[in-house]
């Protein structure tokens, strides 16, 4: 978009030169890169995907802490932002540093949302497309080994965010919006999403099970009451919450919730700093026999269901929104879908999530089916925490595991 520094009212000046070129779907390296940058941690000098599990194994043990308010120190949010400049020269590091900035650096210990480091994020996920030589050309096996789904797939979500959110710089704005589209424009001509593509109309349109089933209609949201384990989870929503109930207000502990997530901690770093907790009941085939302690009828019934017991990837858990808390687009992992019971919700429509280009709210009692392969996110606008019951389970026209 800028041929020069001097032209770019949208990034630093060492950043300029990392602008999507008009004429080619790749980047122009830096020549006036800061030096003299110090990287944290050894990193190699071939390996981008090596170096972002180094990246992240770092600024992950920085991140997480015990007072739950997960965020980086002041110190080492510079040290990410230090790492997104030492990319610009060593592009090597480009895929680590944005991934870092997106994971652990969009969010300060406030909750306020840091957009120079999602501006950032994008930027160099964009580099890492032309580091890595994600092209068209590539077999689609030698796409996906070199991780080429994500380096596009991200920024464009995280440019159409910033475009979206932008409420006082129209340039800005414009040129996010147009940067998202470039890319997803250039995925359009990529053989392994050519038919898939064609109703993606938006970087919002993107989801990896339509990769997987092109010839069946995408839906963010399917409709609930067409999906047998939707309808059995409303029909178990009283006994689901006597139990949830239960846990909370165990008389032996402050919070039983939280002595149960405690034990078995969940981890993860999508939401706002202390917004979103989560106790694990069964992920890939292994029940977490504290929770089920504690509601045996809860996991009972849920044993019951062939779409859990049966599906290699089934990850069932209660979430506890906070309000207040929000949490950042992102994608799930293909073939599957995700049931939500908002097993408690008492402020009705005061919590919901955005899915692709759809949207929709919890109600106490009612499911929703979700295609999460589409980039989704989601906010609490209420007062009173909400606990939703959420389970991943196999894609119905996934033929090895089809219920």
């Known amino acids: 978009l800028f041929a020069s520094p001097e032209m770019s009212p949208l990034f630093p000046p060492w950043m300029a030169a990392l602008a999507l070129l008009p004429d080619v779907p790749f980047l122009c390296v830096s020549q006036e890169a800061p030096s003299g940058v110090v990287v944290p941690f050894q990193y190699s000098i071939v390996s981008d995907i090596e170096n972002q599990e180094t990246a992240m194994t770092y600024f992950e043990e920085r991140y997480y802490n015990a007072e739950n308010k997960w965020s980086l120190t002041g110190k080492d949010l510079a040290e990410a932002i230090a790492l997104g400049m030492a990319a610009v020269e060593k592009p090597v590091l480009a895929l680590a540093a944005a991934q870092v900035l997106y994971l652990y650096a969009w969010f300060k210990k406030s909750g306020e949302v840091m957009r120079d480091n999602i501006l950032m994020s994008a930027q160099l996920f964009e580099m890492s497309v032309n580091h890595a030589g994600c092209s068209k050309d590539l077999s689609t096996d030698e796409w996906l ?9 991200q920024p464009a979500i995280l440019y159409s965010w910033l475009a979206e959110t932008e409420a006082e710089d129209e340039s800005l704005r414009l040129q996010c919006a147009q940067r998202a589209d470039r890319l997803l424009q250039y995925l ?73 997530r405690k034990a078995d901690l969940s981890v993860e770093s999508l939401a706002t700093p202390g917004g979103w907790d989560a106790i694990r009941i069964v992920r890939y085939g292994h029940w977490n026999d504290a929770f089920c302690q504690f509601a045996p009828r809860t996991c009972a019934l849920l044993k019951t269901r062939k779409e859990l017991a049966e599906c290699p990837y089934v990850n069932t858990n209660y979430y506890k929104l906070f309000p207040g808390a929000h949490l950042k687009p992102h994608f799930g992992n293909a073939p599957r879908l995700t049931a939500h019971l908002a097993v408690i919700a008492p402020e009705p429509l005061r919590s919901g999530i955005t899915v692709g280009p759809a949207s929709s709210l919890w109600i106490e009692g009612k499911s929703m089916v979700l295609d999460d392969t589409f980039p989704h996110s989601v906010s609490h606008w209420g007062k009173e925490p909400r606990f939703v019951l959420a389970t991943w389970f196999c894609h119905p026209c996934d033929d090895n595991h089809d219920t």
């Open 188 to 260: 359009k001509t990529v053989p392994r999403y050519a038919k898939a593509a064609v109703s993606w109309h938006t970087p919002w349109h993107i989801n990896f099970n339509q990769l997987r089933y092109p010839d069946i209609p995408a839906r963010p949201i399917w409709d609930a009451s067409k999906i047998p384990l939707a309808r059995f989870l409303e029909e178990h929503h009283a006994l689901f919450r006597a139990e949830l109930e239960a846990i909370i207000s165990a008389p032996d502990v402050p919070d039983g919730y939280e002595a149960i």
């Open 145 to 153: 080994f070199r991780a080429c789904d994500i380096r596009f797939g």
